[in-house]
C-alpha cells in the first residue's frame, strides 16, 4: 500500500519543495509525494535547490502548485510547515491526519548569500530531521 502525502506552506517554493524532495529520495515508491502552497509561487527557491544539491537530491525539476489543484484528491497525510499553512488548512476532506512541522522560512532572510544558504541549510536540517521520523513512524 503507498502512503499518500500532501506537504503544505504558504508559496510551495521552499519547505514544501524540501520535504517533497526528501520523502520522495527516502521513501522510493513507498510514498506518494506532493506538495502546494495556499496561493501558488514562482518556481522553487534557487538557495532551496542549491542545499538539497548538497545532499544529493535534485529538486530542480520540481514546480510550485496551489493547494487548489488537489482538494479533490485523498491524502493519507497532509503535513503543514508553517503556522500560516496550519491556521489556512487546520484540515483537509477526507481520512486525512494532519500533522504540523514548524519550520521557519528561509526565504524571509536578509543578509549576505552566505547567510541566506546557512537560513536554508537549518530549515532543510530541520526538515530531514522531520522526514526521517516521518518515515519511521509510518513506514516500519
Not at 25 to 35: D, F, K, P, Q, T
Not at 47 to 62: D, H, L, P, T, W
Not at 104 to 131: H, M, Q, Y
Request: glycine letters at 8%.
Amino acid at each position: 500500500m503507498v502512503i499518500r502525502v500532501l506537504i503544505l506552506c504558504i508559496e510551495n517554493t521552499c519547505r514544501s519543495q524540501i520535504g517533497e524532495g526528501f520523502l520522495k529520495s527516502l521513501a522510493g515508491n513507498r510514498i506518494e509525494v506532493h506538495s502546494a502552497g495556499l496561493r501558488k509561487g514562482f518556481g522553487v527557491n534557487p538557495f532551496a535547490i542549491e542545499v538539497m544539491k548538497e545532499m544529493g537530491v535534485n529538486i530542480s525539476s520540481q514546480s510550485s502548485k496551489s493547494v487548489q489543484d488537489f482538494l479533490k484528491q485523498d491524502f493519507d497525510f497532509v503535513i503543514t510547515t508553517c503556522h500560516q499553512a496550519r491556521e489556512a488548512c487546520p484540515y483537509f476532506p477526507g481520512k486525512t491526519k494532519m500533522i504540523h512541522w514548524d519550520i521557519e522560512d528561509p526565504a524571509g532572510v536578509v543578509g549576505s548569500r552566505e547567510e541566506k544558504l546557512d537560513a536554508f541549510r537549518v530549515a532543510r536540517d530541520k526538515i530531514l530531521e522531520k522526514v526521517r521520523l516521518f518515515l519511521k513512524e509510518n513506514l516500519a
